[in-house]
Nanobody
């Protein structure tokens, strides 16, 4: 059974920092591209950051320079270090694990999400 369990969300003041974690089980973690996505109330879910099995990262323009995604394959965990948080970063942050092969999606899993609220 595949599980992606996020933690680390909470309430923080603008300018503060949080670190999200996503612990994965039931997948070959090292073979997956891991990602963080967020969804604010009334809005669509948007990409925040991804990190491939080889460590290549990609960020949404809105978080570049403020957020850092990293992974620890030994712990089957992906992290999102968020700094200089803004009220517009308020959203439910969800972890994603995607395994692709030659452009085809083999598997695609989501966690339940963790709430991040940034007060002004």
């Amino acid at each position: 059974q595949v599980q992606l369990v996020e933690s680390g969300g909470g309430l923080v003041q603008a300018g503060g920092s949080l670190r999200l974690s996503c612990a994965a089980s039931g997948i070959i973690f090292s073979m997956n591209t891991m990602g963080w996505y967020r969804q604010a109330p009334g809005k669509q879910r948007d990409l925040v950051a991804t990190i491939t099995s080889g460590g290549t990262t990609n960020y949404a323009d809105s978080v570049k320079g403020r957020f850092t995604i990293s992974r620890d394959n030994a712990k089957n965990t992906v992290y999102l270090q968020m700094s200089s948080l803004k009220p517009e970063d308020t959203a439910v942050y969800s972890c994603n694990a995607k395994h692709e092969f030659w452009g085809a999606t083999i598997s695609d899993y989501w966690g339940q999400g963790t709430q991040v609220t940034v007060s002004s």
